[in-house]
């Protein structure tokens, strides 16, 4: 029987996300990654992993855009 790999488990997405299973319990537990629970087991939509890393992302690539555009310019006066 072929597994559902749409859900998965928290040591699946700790393998996914490169982190401790303790990290992705906590991320979890306080609402910063989506997920939900079946009993005391947190369970992950794979979808909605990704759609969450391309969030995290996109935002940090906007964060990146807006400090590099409120540098000052550095004049380049003579010395």
Known sequence: MAKNKEIMNTKEVSD???LHP???NKLA???KIPAFKIGADWRFDK???DKWIKDKIDYNQV?????KA???EQSQSPS
Do not use: A, M, Q
């Open 16 to 18: 996914f996300l490169k």
């Open 22 to 24: 303790f990290t992705v």
């Open 29 to 31: 537990r306080e609402g």
């Open 47 to 49: 979808k909605l992993i």
């Open 63 to 67: 964060g990146k855009d807006r400090r």
């Open 70 to 72: 409120s540098k000052p």
